[in-house]
């Protein structure tokens, strides 16, 4: 099993550019479902849960055909197999993506219920009640949703209890083909779904309100293929801005979006950062300066993302000052701050809020990752420590950040991976 090894100490100093982003690809490319004709999908980040996807279309006889620079182009007039097996959706909870296009296209789904995971239970009960109240019969059977709708799914008045990105995408994408209008009330605001959305509307569905908390989407009998590229990963420029602003260093991350990063980007002028930006480039300067510990609440966008949140956790761990981190999104997203104390963090748990008291540095140990951010969060962990960290489990960091120790070796650290 690969590892990371890391000796700490250094100032991130450099230039990368930012991967195409995780979250919108993956529904994006759950979208092509909903049409017979080729869609071409560019700027897919290198990602174990991009492989993961594209997998999953194969395995329904989806053709996939994916170029050097990572275009792909899936045309699924070829499907066979309605279905998602456990085997796909236990490694990765997004194949939920696709039960709304299959069942929107073809009247019938097969996908696995996602069982719980590290950051917490993640029932997907909302996914299936919109869909239900659209017409669809769906029972939960041997480990299964099993979803069937006779003739075309029916407009609907949509109100999610909960905010839900994967959620308000799944009904989009289904309400993109069902007869009559949808509104989806207390949708997701989050830019995935704003880039899913706009994909959609290029594939010729009638869309509006993205972006904002009601979408209003017309159904339409047919959509078509597009070729589309993804939007910049915001949640990986944010981490690569925390590690520089942890580490005293002075980075310019490059082919991103400044705006959809509001939220992260006050925290940080607020850790001491100097912050300049441009159409598609953020430079981070902490002229060497001790980061100042900062208070987060986490919640859906606008507000600061969850998927940042054990990253800022950490460079909380060295900050001057007191901080604390209430996480409000899953219920238990935590597991780093042990492995961080190990390191010698000073962090209580107190219910969904953890209080870290800054130190001077931490010290280097064996950690290990629990999930993708968590993961991130100790190589971060890792960057501000004394001496030599290994952070074991890295698997996850794949699924999510693209060649994360050539990146961060360009800006300097000293991080290789090495296969046990
Ligand atoms: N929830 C329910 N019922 C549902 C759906 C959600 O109770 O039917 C709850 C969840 O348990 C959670 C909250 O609602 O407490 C919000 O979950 P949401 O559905 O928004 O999460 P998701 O769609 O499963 C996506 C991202 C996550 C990100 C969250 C929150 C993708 C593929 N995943 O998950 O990304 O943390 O939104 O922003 O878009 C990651 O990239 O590391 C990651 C975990």
């Known amino acids: 099993m690969d590892r990371l090894l890391i000796n ?3 100032s991130l100093q450099g230039e990368i550019r930012i991967a195409g ?12 479902l909903l049409t017979y004709e080729t869609v071409q999908v560019r700027n897919l980040p290198h990602l174990f849960d991009i492989t993961t996807m594209l997998e999953l279309l194969g395995c329904m006889g989806v053709r996939t055909v994916v170029d050097e620079k990572l275009n792909v182009e899936v045309n699924s007039s070829s499907i066979e197999h309605l279905s998602a097996p456990y085997d796909l959706v236990k490694t990765m909870r997004a194949s939920i993506l696709v039960l709304g296009p299959l069942l929107a296209r073809y009247g019938k789904a097969e996908v696995a219920l996602p069982g719980g995971c590290a950051i917490g239970g993640r029932p997907v009960d909302l996914h299936i009640s919109a869909l239900q109240s659209m ?78 908390d009601t979408i209003v989407i017309n159904g339409v009998g047919e959509l078509h293929g597009c070729s589309y590229s993804v939007m910049p990963d915001r949640i990986e420029t944010g ?3 925390i590690a520089a602003a942890a580490t005293r260093g002075h980075i310019k991350v490059k082919d991103t979006r400044p705006d959809i990063l509001d939220s992260v980007l006050r925290k940080l002028e607020q850790v001491g950062a100097d912050i300049k930006v441009g159409e598609n480039w953020i430079e981070l300067d902490m002229h ?73 540095a931490l010290n280097g140990a064996p950690v290990m990752a629990t999930d993708l951010r968590a993961s991130a969060s100790l190589v971060i962990a890792g960057l501000v420590s004394e001496n030599q960290t290994i952070v074991d489990r890295i698997y996850h960091i794949d699924r999510g950040y693209e060649c994360i120790e050539e990146k961060l070796q360009s800006l300097g650290a000293k991080i290789h991976r090495v296969t046990a």
């Open 239 to 241: 981490t690569y801005l």
């Open 8 to 10: 700490g100490g250094v």
């Open 21 to 32: 982003a995780k979250n919108s690809a993956l529904p994006i490319l759950a979208a092509t």
């Open 135 to 212: 017409g669809a019969n769906i029972v939960v059977e041997e480990g299964y949703i099993k979803a069937s709708v006779e003739g075309r799914l029916k407009g609907a008045h949509i109100f999610m209890d909960l905010v839900t990105v994967t959620g308000t995408e799944n009904v989009m994408m289904a309400a993109s083909l069902a007869e009559g209008q949808s509104i989806i009330e207390n949708a997701a605001r989050e830019p995935e779904v704003v880039d899913l959305a706009n994909c959609l509307v290029a594939m010729g569905a009638d869309i509006s309100g993205q972006g904002t």
């Open 288 to 360: 060497g300066r001790r980061p100042r510990s900062v208070s987060v609440r986490t919640a859906p966008y606008p507000a600061f993302p969850t998927d940042m949140q054990a990253q800022i956790t950490a460079l909380n761990t060295v900050a001057k000052g007191t901080g604390s981190i209430t996480e409000t999104v899953f219920e238990n997203r935590f597991m780093h701050v042990h492995e961080m104390n190990r390191m010698g963090a000073t962090i209580k748990v107190e219910g969904n809020t953890v209080i870290v008291e800054g130190v001077n």
